[in-house]
Structures are given as C-alpha cells and as structure tokens.
C-alpha cells in the first residue's frame, strides 16, 4: 500500500463512521478504534515526513484532476512538520482521555470519541489543504466539533460557551466565506498557489477589503484579540482532554491558516507590523487577565492566549530566525500547555475544585502530577534547561537582530507577569496550607504514559534541542519561500 | 420564453443592482439581528439570513447574462461559453449542507440553555463572562 496524504483524512472519516456500527459488535470500540486511527496517523505523519525531506513536496492531486481545478493537498517540510506535530499531540491526548469516561454515563462517550477524533483530523486537513474553499471546509468541520465538545458536559455553562463559540465561529465562516468570493471574483482560482501567482494583478482596494476580511475571520479562529473573547469559556467548560486539545492542536491550525493566508497568498506590505502590533495587544492583554483569574483551566486558558500572541510577534517579524522562533514555540506550546492542562485536570478532579484553591498542598496526595505540572510551569515560562526556553531565546534573538528594542523589553516584562502566576500556582502546590481528604484519585496508567511522554520530551529538547532544529529550520525555510511553493504545484499544469 | 429574454435583457443593469443589492441587504439584516437581538432564536435566525445572503452573493458572482446550466447536454453541445460560472453553485452547495449543520447544533444549544435557564433572553443567561 502506498501511503499518501489524503490517508491523513480518509482514515478518520471512516472510522468516524464505522464506529457506531462497530460498538455494536465490539463495546468499547468507540475507544480503541480512534487510538488505531490516530496512531496510524503518527506514524503516516513521520513516514510522509521522511519521503518529504528526502524528495522534496508531495502534492498529490485528488480525483485526478490537476492543480488549478482540482483540490490539491500538499505536504512541504512546513505543513508535514505541524501536521507530524498535531497528529503526535493528537494520539498522546487520545491515550490520556482513554478512561476519560469513568466520569461520565453510559452511551456518551461514543459521541466524545468520535467529535474528538474528527477535531484532529479536521486540523490535520487545514494544514494540508492546497485549496482556499476546501480549508474553509476544514475549518468549519473542526468549528462545529469544537462547538459539540465545548458544550459537552450538560450543564448550564457548558451550553452557553458553546453558543458562544458558535455565534463568534460562524461569523467567522461568514467572513471567510467572503474573502475567498473577493479573491475568487479576482483571480478566478481557487488554488492557493494560483491565487498567489495571480494576486499581484488584483487592484489593492480589494486586496486589503479581503486581508481585512480574512483577517477578521482568521483572527477568531488562531485566538487573536480583540476577536478571542470565546476562548477562556470554550476552555474553561470543554472536557479537560479537550481543553489540551484546543491549545495544542485547534490552535496550531488556527494560526497555520492566519499565516498561510499573510505569507502566502498576499504580499502586502504592513501586514508583518500589524501582526507584531496585534500580537504584542493580545499578548499583554492575555497575560494581565490570566494573573487576576480565579480559576485554573481559564488561568491556562488565557495564557494559551498570551502564546499565541507570542507567535504572531514572532510570524511578524518575518526575519527566518524569527519564523524558526514561532514554530519552535508553536510546538512547545502544544506539547506544554497541553501538559499543563493534563496535569491540571486531575487535580481539579481531586480536589473536586475548579478555583485556586483546589490547588493547595496538592503534593502531598498526587506527587508526581504536582512534579510533572512544576516542570510545565518552569518550562512555558522559558527556564534555561527546558525546552520553552529555547524558542523564546530564539524570539528574542531574531528582535535584536532587527534592532527592536521595545519589542525585546516588552517581551521580557510580559515574562515576568507570566513568572508571576505560573511561581504563585507551584507555590499553591507545594507551600500551601491545605485541608487534608484522602480520598485521592490515582491517575490511571495510560495518562501517567502520556503526561510522562510529554515530561520527558520537553526535558530531551531543553537539553539537545539539535534533534528538532534541523526540522524546524527546513519549515521555516519552506514557509519563507513562496515562489518554489508555487512553481511546484503549478509544475505540472 | 423570448419576451422575457427581451425584458432582461433591457433592465439588465436593473437587474444586477436588484440581485447584489438584495444579497447585501440580506447580510445587513442578518448582522443587525445577530448583534442586536436578545432572543436566543432571533440570533439563530440571524445567522441564516447572513448565510442566505452570502449564498445568493455566490451565486450572483457566477452568473452570466443570458446563460445556461453548466451542463453539456442534447441542444446544448456549443453552449459552452454561454453557460454560467459551475464552482460558485459547487461552493454554495457546500456551504448550504455545513450552514444546515451549524444551524441544527444552535437550535440544540438553544433548547438546552432555555432548559436550564427557562428563558431565551440573552441578557438573563450570561452566567460566564463575555
């Protein structure tokens, strides 16, 4: 069998489907088969990876139709990287959710399984797409399971984030909607590459009207403000497994389609200060609300933001270092904070206690998540010998390079706000008084697995980062360069 | 059939101004209904109307005067440069079927959220912080 792309999609729509008929057989399908397919998915992810380095782009043309008309999904060093990367993420959630329905009755957890595994393969499809409309069908699959799973427990926060998310996700989609009817009107085309070629031709009026548009749209889905007001709820009321899920995958996709669409198809000039602008807002803006939150999940939640506010500076500066940056700090993001929210989850789930407090003494009934949260901690905030230090050194390497003082100086005060929270929560742990219960739920083995996996990756890169950089640097290279994107895919016309 | 070729083909420009300034009409009102209505279901409603604006925007874009189907069939096998733009009645489709969708999953959190709260009124539901 030949492994291609498109198995990346076809694998989950199919078991998407097959597993209400295969629960009949077998009960526990509805669990096991979406850890085969997201497994199968990591390894087609490093397989394709491979083939990628080794020969250069796959683009592989569906339904036999070429380029220009058909929809195309393309792998370069840049989408195989993240797509590797949320596929990772995505099985190594699915193995910590996997007796995730302890807490729950009965006949729901099908329906959990299933809408997480679509969200993956949802994002995976954004990453790969080569077609404007198709990601815009990518999009809104993984917007309509997000909106399922943030309203997933049935209480009454539950349903009101998801009607949040929803009335905010389909603005979006009705925005994107007319940005891709502005360029199609335009340049006639619907392909990425295509429209990249042709987009110098388009009057600059439009140009901007459908920037702005994208950007609106876009900017709802990567979490950029003032258009994230959606996210604290969406992470504060989904499934814990869910909420990791959110930061180290949605998100990724979110801000790989923002970035596809600014350096790719448009070659306005400005863009790159308004992301730095944006990003610096949405930053500051995340982390002051994150230190004054009463609530752990919205705590993390509003600190994915500042992240990802981080990233859009980093995009922003557009110097290649600085793109290395942002993708090094994408997947430290995703692999942290998910780890964070993992951790976090069980003793919520402990302490019975979704506020700080719950936090109190915590170590001394579930020691090991206690470490494994410190480590998190130390390492998003950008300690020397992990692996959140590298890509934020990285960062700040690329804005000296550029001369941008201010930048520099704002990035470093923003970390202290951050070094605020993030010590006060490890301080909660360990140095708090607390009010002694014994009955501690053990986290079960399958997640002790996951959230060690991740421990110890965040602990491997801190120390030999060289085994990711030569990924990254060929990503960031490949983001960068827009023309050989476009010859390639337009190769065979 | 040919008299009602004849008349649009007369008001023509009446006709384009007609159907883009209904699509964009249809999106205003949609927007006015989203941002400033406080029932649950007007919101909802909203949300359609937006997408049936946007939809006919699309199918509007592809249109050409005087055209056919996109189709190649018996009567028809020249027809081709008359024939209208086929991927904007392609993404429409789409767009239809994931729009039909979004609209089933609101109508469903709005039915839960009136079961907890016993009103439709967004101003009485904000338990979360926007």
Known sequence: ?493 | MNEFNELFIKYKDLITIAVYGTAIMLIIIGLYAVLLKKHLIKIVIGLSIIDAGVHLLFVAVGYIQNGTAPIFSPGYEKAANRMVDPVPQALVLTAIVIGFAVTALALSLVIRLYKHHQTANIEQIKSLKW
Do not use: C
Not at chain 1, 159 to 183: M, N, R, T
Not at chain 1, 220 to 243: C, H, K, R
């Open chain 1, 1 to 493: 069998m030949v492994i291609t792309p498109v198995h990346y999609i076809v694998a989950p729509l199919l078991a998407a489907f097959a597993i209400p008929l295969l629960s009949k057989i077998y009960k526990d399908a509805a669990r096991v088969v979406p850890g085969i397919v997201l497994f199968y998915n990591m390894i087609i992810s490093f397989v394709l990876m491979r083939q990628v380095l080794k020969h250069g782009m796959i683009n592989e043309i569906i339904a036999g139709w070429q380029p220009p008309w058909g929809i195309n999904l393309v792998l370069t060093p840049f989408t195989g990287f993240l797509a590797a990367m949320v596929s990772v993420m995505g099985f190594i959630i699915w193995l910590y959710g996997f007796r995730f329905k302890r807490t729950l009755k009965g006949g729901v957890v099908k329906y959990y399984e299933i809408l997480q595994m679509m969200m993956i393969a949802g994002s995976i499809g954004v990453i790969i797409t080569g077609d404007l409309f198709n990601m815009f069908v990518f999009i809104e699959i993984v917007g309509i399971t997000a909106y399922s799973l943030t309203a997933f427990y049935r209480d009454r926060n539950g349903a009101e984030a998801g009607f949040k998310y929803l009335l905010l996700g389909s603005l979006a989609s009705v925005f994107l909607l007319l940005a891709i009817l502005l360029i199609y009107t335009q340049t006639g085309t619907l392909n990425m590459a295509q429209i990249a070629e042709r987009m110098p031709e388009v009057s600059s009026g439009i140009k901007i009207t459908a920037l702005i548009f994208f950007l609106i749209a876009l900017g709802i889905e990567a979490e950029m403000f003032p258009l994230n007001g959606w996210t604290p709820d969406a992470y504060e009321q989904a499934p814990s497994p869910t909420s990791a899920t959110f930061a180290a995958v949605v998100s990724i996709a979110g801000i790989y389609a923002l970035v596809r669409v600014l350096f790719t198809l448009f070659d306005v000039s400005g863009v790159h200060q308004y992301l730095i602008v944006m990003g610096f807002i949405t930053m500051l803006v995340a982390e002051i609300a994150a230190i004054s939150q009463k609530n752990l999940k919205r705590m993390l939640a509003y600190s994915s933001i500042g992240q990802v506010g981080l990233v859009l500076i980093a995009f922003g500066i557009g110097s290649q270092l600085a793109v290395f940056g942002a993708l090094f700090l994408m997947l430290n993001h995703a692999v942290i904070k998910s780890l964070l929210f993992m951790t976090g989850s069980y003793f919520i789930y402990n302490s019975g206690e979704k506020r700080l407090e719950g936090l109190n003494g915590m170590h001394k009934r579930l020691p090991y998540v206690s470490a494994l949260f410190s480590l998190a901690a130390f390492a998003i905030i950008g300690f020397p010998p992990f692996s959140g230090f590298w890509s934020k050194f990285y960062i700040l390497i690329a804005a000296s390079d550029q001369k941008m003082i201010f930048l520099i100086i704002g990035i470093l005060l923003v970390t202290i706000i951050e070094l605020v929270y993030y010590l006060r929560l490890v301080g909660r742990i360990y140095f708090a008084k607390e009010e002694m219960q014994d009955i501690a739920h053990k986290p079960s083995v399958n997640a002790l697995v996951a959230m060690s996996f991740l421990a110890l990756f965040i602990i491997l890169i801190g120390i030999y980062p060289d085994i990711i950089t030569g990924y990254i640097n060929q990503a960031a290279a490949a983001l960068l360069d827009k023309t050989h994107y476009i010859q390639q895919i337009l190769a065979n016309k």
